[in-house]
DNA sequence: AAGTGGTCTAGACCACTTG
DNA sequence: AAGTGGTCTAGACCACTTG
């Protein structure tokens, strides 16, 4: 082991970070045991096991008796649930995500939301409204508002397979944080529509308003789910 | 130390957390040294360490190297949504909460309700079904089920007043996390009946799962809040 | 039966806070 | 200097999973 005055054991938990970032040691597989990590860094199981549980603790990996320890495949944050687009919420799930656009343009109306977003009243959003797909299953139909600015880059993409967060993260638009309000509402005949289910059934509604890192809104979506189809699952703490 | 098939350490960190709940040990102040609690529970040093860093991890203890290790005063959780019952949600808002029983008898039946209580076939659950009022409009109808042992402690008190995670904590057992399901769903005529509404209307239904400290659970509710007069509102992060 | 992680012990030395 | 928690070792037996 490195002759520092760092902890062994949080050496050894750098080097095992080291190599599940670098897939040396690849998600859903197991990694060396206790016995071969003692060998490798030259230390006693203490050190090891000290190490791989504060992994264990970070969600990194994944401990199971009689078998070994495997790279858990997706790290969550915490407790929180994390926020995510529809899309990346379908993937997860191992179903196909698409969308089908109803509506995408420029709007200089729109009060209540450009008020959300901090606008000007002279200033344009862009809305978008969409039907969401899950593996060709209509969830729920989405209206979301955009500033101008953001609007302009959206725009570039496919609406009916874009992932928005995506585009903004590769933009260097980083989501920060999200407020959502989460309500119940009887769907209208035109919802029932495109849903495929019956006018008046109840439906989920959640209306978030998204800010950035420098806290400025980013984005005022209203969805409403089927209720037979989705849920929303949360972990509260005392 | 007890001669179970328990881990000497849970044995240790359920005595710890009974010290902490009754106030024996007070907070801001010095629990035992290490070197006590092995006299204390005759296990090694490192069964008492294990204990304790579970309770640090709970935030339950802190550990101050060369001093020792403090019971920490109770914690507010900041951005996050707090665990938190109906009635204090409603004094928060200025209002005033009571409660309207419909049944509260133990029940042999509810297989479902047992096996997510972690509970035999063979044993008892309370189940008390209420209508919620806020400033007496009624908000929501709710059912509640819990362990006997628990529930013995909730009857003997006023149901419609009472604030039953108040209850509970009075009798040291405290609320850890909770898992919450949320959903939509139309009003069924009794619902509707008895919130005032029409059949059909949509309303928005939450299953909470809730754990104590020793992860076992506590309490699983259903409540089926008018969307008119509720709402859920949480923050995300990226 | 062999191998994995889970629990537990006894002992050592170190880093930090206090009288 | 004495006492605290922090780190680390070597060794033992147990519970679980798999061939």
Redesign the pocket.
């Known amino acids: 082991?490195k002759s520092t005055?760092?902890?062994?054991?949080?050496?050894?938990k750098d080097h095992l970070i080291e190599k599940i970032q670098q897939q040396v040691w690849r998600p859903n597989h197991?990694?060396?045991?206790?016995?071969?990590?003692?060998k490798l860094f030259?230390?006693?199981?203490?050190?090891?096991?000290?190490a791989?549980?504060m992994l264990v603790a970070d969600g990194l990996l994944e401990?199971?008796?009689?078998?070994?320890?495997v790279v858990k495949a997706q790290q969550l944050v915490g407790s929180l649930r994390r926020l995510k687009g529809f899309a990346e919420e379908v993937m997860e799930k191992g179903q196909v995500p698409h969308s089908k656009v109803l509506r995408a343009e420029f709007c200089d109306s729109l009060y209540l939301e450009k008020k959300k977003l901090g606008l000007d009243e002279n200033e344009k959003v862009l809305v978008i409204e969409r039907i969401r797909f899950a593996d060709d299953v209509p969830i729920a139909v989405e209206r979301s508002c955009w500033p101008e600015s953001i609007g302009q880059l959206l725009m570039k993409h496919n609406l009916d397979t874009a992932k928005f967060y995506s585009i903004l993260e590769e933009d260097n638009i980083l989501l920060k944080r999200a407020e959502e309000k989460i309500s119940a509402i009887n769907a209208t005949m035109a919802e029932a529509d495109v849903l495929g289910i019956r006018a008046g059934e109840a439906l989920l509604e959640m209306t978030r308003l998204s800010f950035g890192l420098n806290d400025k809104p980013i984005e005022y979506t209203k969805t409403r789910y089927r209720s037979d189809q989705y849920h929303y699952d949360i972990e509260l703490r005392r």
Chains 1, 2 share one sequence.
């Open positions: 082991m005055n760092t902890a062994l054991y949080l050496q050894v197991l990694i060396p045991t206790e016995q071969e990590l003692m030259g230390v006693s199981r203490t050190t090891i096991r000290q791989i549980n401990k199971r008796q009689g078998k070994g320890t």
